[in-house]
């Protein structure tokens, strides 16, 4: 087993973008975090079996993320063995939307089925949509992806669906836009941000530090 001084993260490739900047902001919060940190933009099936640490980035249609996942052959089995056995994942923006049982974003999509609930279509009366820019975080309960965050920490959004029919003991943290609107989930060894930690400043890189020093067997 890898010391927690020297991770490999990888970033799945499945043209669900933003990778290069999840994997920068990756490397930074190793950086400042004191670690050192392999961090690697991928989609072979093998080496997201044998990482320390998967990040599932994601941006765009629910549907379309989810094709782009099960489209590379072994990937998403891969990416299920690899979680199953305990391997810390984190899902950002729609990576975290995969998680939940189906989206409903052109049509009814199966997701990965990790954390209960669907992704609708945001309820926000009189509110632009998509929800794009900074928003304040409540936490629903203490967990080490969220320790010192500080007090009324923001995150950036940009999306128009959201998680719905969720588990209260699954919910880390909302935001309120038009009503309280899930933000961080976690379950297990599985985790994710509904905002884009790699673009969320100290905020963001504080959570990636967090991530990359979680030990959810430990918790």
């Not at 189906?102 to 009366?125: N, Q, S, V």
Request: net charge negative; with cysteine; hydrophobic share 40%.
């Amino acid at each position: 087993m890898v010391s927690d001084s020297q991770q490999s993260v990888v970033v799945i490739d499945y043209d669900g973008g933003n990778l290069a900047s999840a994997a920068r902001a990756l490397e930074e919060a190793a950086r400042l975090s004191g670690m050192a940190a392999t961090v690697e933009i991928t989609n072979d099936p093998q080496k997201v079996r044998s990482a320390d640490r998967i990040v599932l980035p994601g941006q765009g249609a629910f549907a379309d993320c989810a094709a782009g996942l099960a489209a590379v052959p072994g990937l998403l089995q891969a990416l299920n063995d690899a979680v199953d056995h305990g391997t810390p994942f984190l899902g950002i923006c729609v990576g975290m939307q995969l998680m939940a049982d189906r989206g409903l974003e052109h049509g009814e999509t199966k997701g990965l089925g990790w954390i209960t609930g669907e992704i609708a279509p945001m309820e926000a009366k009189d509110l632009r949509l998509p929800q794009m820019g900074w928003n304040e975080l409540s936490f629903t309960r203490q967990h080490p992806l969220t320790e010192g965050l500080g007090n009324h920490p923001h995150g950036y959004f940009v999306h128009s669906y959201a998680l719905t029919g969720e588990a209260s003991d699954d919910l880390l943290a909302t935001t309120d836009y038009g009503g309280a609107v899930p933000a961080i989930v976690a379950r297990a060894n599985r985790a994710g941000t509904q905002f884009h930690v790699e673009k969320s400043q100290r905020v963001g890189l504080r959570i990636l530090a967090n991530f990359l020093h979680w030990n959810p067997a430990g918790a």
